[in-house]
């Protein structure tokens, strides 16, 4: 080989090399663009995402919204949004409140162990009933069992105060009352489920109608506010008064939850 060709040998090589080089920049910068292309995008979009998930969060939640809506009141109410629901005969002359909040497992252990009773004095004309509904346990675990019951027990107290009075017993039943965590109220299919045993609700149309378009949804909410404002000092359910007094049997403020601590305390209320 001439020393000529050998020159123009490494000359050409040198050239190859050279424009490979010029390829392999393009190449990279070409990449580096769909990186920063990519990465402005996917800024954009977290952006975008958050951006949409504050307006989303800024809306008014369903119970939320309620707050402020109309109140259509269940039969069978007085008092400001109907929110005084007294059921018993005129002849009592004593009536015995009793807070509940429908997610509240004591309040299910009380009504098995006490409601039947409460029931039969209430039948008897012994004393009056008013019920005054919670809904604080869907704020503390989350959900909206509570309210969503509460105004389902609003469309069956527009059937009836007995109606109203045997579905609250069916809630609160051990077959039917979910753990306190459980948010299986807020299922409408349920509630409906748990309303047919209540003879007057089985197949009533009207009542299913306003557990499935929330009719009293509105109602329930400024029960629930009504509960909040309370002035007999209630901060938890289940909760018994008469006569503006707490009915409790020991010093720690704990509600009679046996037929035999509950009628001593009512009967010495009633005396009282």
Known sequence: MSKRNSQAAKTAARERLRQERERQAKRDKARRQVIVAGSVVAVLAAAGGIGYAVVQGNKPAYWEGLKDARVTAPAHTTGKD??????????????????EDPRCPVCAQFEQAVGPTVKKDVDDGKFKIQFVGATFLDDKFGGEGSKNALGALGAALDVSPEAFLEYKSALYAAKWHPEELDDKLS????????????????????????????????????????F???????????????DGKKLVVDAKGNPPMSVADFNRTVDAALKG
Request: charged share 25%; aromatic share 6%; hydrophobic share 40%.
């Open 228 to 242: 909040d404002e309370n002035k007999d000092g209630v901060q938890g359910t289940p909760s018994l008064v008469m």
């Open 82 to 99: 109907g929110t005084t629901v007294v059921i018993g005969k005129d002849t009592a002359k004593k009536t015995l409140k009793v807070y």
């Open 187 to 226: 299922n409408d299919g349920y509630l409906l489920e748990i309303a047919a045993t209540v003879p007057a609700l089985k197949s009533n149309a009207g009542f299913q109608e306003a557990v499935k378009k929330g009719t009293y949804d509105a109602w329930a909410v400024a029960m629930s506010k009504a």
